[in-house]
């Protein structure tokens, strides 16, 4: 008895311990509830203008739209920027059949955002769209603590804690229901609207492509997914990180808002993906070749994971860095994909009618180690140029003239207006655009922008002119760069001229009075160094 009492006396206040432990690991991590909710005003502005008779402009056959995006694609990873390591034809023979852009500037420096703000003609932090939209979040202590100090997480760090939506709220995170896209607006004018590719804008019900103006989609919701399923197949060449992110996209296979849809319904696809989005296109183009239609074409291509097949593979041969030549192997079979489509618009006679844009959706990234956008600083995640200054490039025979080099800055954001320019369509007035009709800029040798801003949380830049000011999130630090005389942003020369940090900073103040704040949390951060410059950026 006096041995149990003994016994009792010291594994007692162990299993009080070890339960308070597991009570306080598993205890759910404070949520919230509230639902996002759209513009009220924006929705009803939107609601009438898209029931409200179409004003045409334009006389006569009316205008094809293809938009091709690239994902994460770097601007001198293509040999239409003087990029040796990926010869890159068909890209080449696009830009060089209109208008390439020397500056060409995403509106922010990762996915989702970046395409809120393409597929609008707004800058996406005006409706909230800043973050990239959340699948999941820590839903108790142990969650949030293990990817805080046990898994290896690079240069990805976890916010602070703080109250994270709940499923429910998560599912009302995507591009607002008050904004009008692109599709909307050509579908108003009597076009057959369709998207081929990664969609990433929402992934519930309102949100999906098919209530975003889009008659018919092809690809996925999610951020990625497997180019074919991860089997033995020799004819695939399969290259894995060692970065956490890289385990999370290879995963178990295609699963949830990585699988593929036609439409709403799910496909057990095999085909390379790259591919396929062009066989898909060339199918689209040719249903609805005897009719106006907008096509959209975001290509996963170059997003890891990285696979690829061997016939893109064996071009490389003199490339031993296994990372690179996969690489470099995606980027060509995303330039012959882009030639397909090309060759197909060509063959049914449609080139005279058709607007062709081609950009990438942020630059590359530099966390592969795959490319370093040399010689532009930085690369996705960050507001330096290799972050956000990015390949682009516009054809439409007989209103662009071939070999145009265009030298000042654009942006993503001028996509909309192009097209609603080129279809003939008036605009809302109950809502700020901030693009321009890229044709008619080209053509009369305007100046597109006189700035451009981004800002993701406390990480903010501004390009006027020249000049560009970058503030690092958290810190605050200042970089101020004159991009005629140092494109690479190697000389700081913030304290040189504090003048012109000052007007820059006003500019930004400015600007961010339009905006409103984020509409979901960012749940990690990315934090890196250039020398000794440590940066920040909210994701």
């Known amino acids: 008895m006096t041995n149990y009492k003994k ?53 006569g056959k009316k205008t094809n739209i293809i938009i091709l995006l690239a994902d994460d694609l770097g601007k001198f990873d293509i040999s239409l920027y003087g990029g040796k390591s990926t010869p890159t034809p068909q890209i080449d023979s696009l830009a060089a059949s209109g208008a390439t852009f020397t500056d060409g500037y995403a509106s922010a420096s990762i ?3 970046s395409r809120a703000g393409l597929i609008t003609g707004r800058y996406q932090e005006r409706f909230g ?8 979040y820590p839903k108790n202590n142990l969650e949030y ?14 916010n602070d804690k703080i109250e994270y939506p709940n499923d429910a709220s998560i599912a009302t995170q995507g591009l607002p229901k ?25 992934h519930n019900k309102g949100f999906f492509p098919l209530d975003r103006g889009f008659d018919y989609h092809y690809g996925f919701y999610q951020a990625f997914s497997l180019y074919t399923p991860e089997d033995d197949n020799p004819d695939i060449i399969n290259h894995h990180h060692k970065d956490f992110t890289d385990k999370t996209i290879w995963g178990k296979g295609r699963v949830g808002i990585g699988q593929i849809r036609r439409d709403t319904t799910v496909i057990d696809e095999k085909a390379y993906l ?4 062009a066989e898909e296109a060339e199918a689209f183009i040719d249903k609805n070749k005897n009719k106006p239609f907008l096509l959209y074409i975001p290509f996963n291509a170059p997003h890891t994971p990285f696979q690829v097949r061997k016939k893109y593979y064996d071009r490389f041969p ?5 990372n690179k030549r996969v690489y470099f192997a995606m980027i060509s079979a995303l330039d012959d994909a882009i030639g397909r489509i090309r060759e197909k618009v060509k ?3 449609l080139e005279d009618n058709t607007l062709i844009i081609f950009a990438s959706d942020n630059g590359g990234a530099d966390y592969t180690f795959a490319t370093t956008n040399a010689p532009l600083k930085g690369g996705k995640f960050s507001h330096f140029e290799g972050g956000i200054n990015v390949p682009f490039a516009l054809s439409w025979k007989g209103k662009i003239k071939p070999h145009t080099i265009y030298k000042q800055p654009v942006s993503t954001l001028d996509f909309f207006t192009t097209i609603a320019a080129a279809i003939g369509s008036d605009l809302p007035k109950d809502r700020i655009y901030d693009g321009v009709d890229l044709v008619k800029t080209v053509n009369e040798n305007k100046i597109a922008h006189k700035d451009l801003y981004w800002r993701s949380g406390d990480a903010k830049a501004v390009r006027s002119g020249d000049w560009k000011l970058i503030i690092s999130g958290r810190t605050h630090e200042k970089w101020l760069y004159n991009l005629a005389k140092d494109k690479s942003e190697t000389k700081d020369l913030s304290q040189l001229d504090p003048e012109k940090v000052k007007e820059l900073e006003t500019a930004l103040q400015t600007w961010e009075k339009g905006l409103i704040k984020p509409l979901w949390p960012n749940l990690t951060y990315y934090e890196f160094y250039f020398g000794k410059q440590k940066y920040f950026v909210d994701l």
Request: hydrophobic fraction near 35%; glycine fraction near 6%; include cysteine.
């Open 7 to 59: 016994i009792t006396k010291i594994v007692t206040p162990i299993l009080i311990t070890l339960f308070i432990l597991a009570a306080f690991l598993f205890w759910p991590i404070n949520t919230y509830g509230t639902l996002i909710k759209e513009n009220p005003k924006l929705a009803e502005g939107k609601k009438e203008f898209l029931a409200s008779k179409p004003k045409d402009s334009i006389s």
């Open 111 to 113: 996915c989702s955002p």
């Open 129 to 136: 769209h800043e973050y990239q939209p959340g699948d999941r």
């Open 145 to 158: 603590y293990a990817f805080n100090y046990l898994i290896e997480t690079d240069n990805w760090k976890l």
């Open 178 to 202: 008050s904004e009008i896209t692109f599709a909307d607006l050509a579908k108003r004018q009597g076009y057959s609207t369709g998207i081929i590719g990664k969609w990433h804008l929402g």
């Open 274 to 277: 790259t591919e396929k989005f």
């Open 318 to 322: 003199n490339v031993k860095d296994e």
């Open 347 to 349: 063959k049914e006679g």
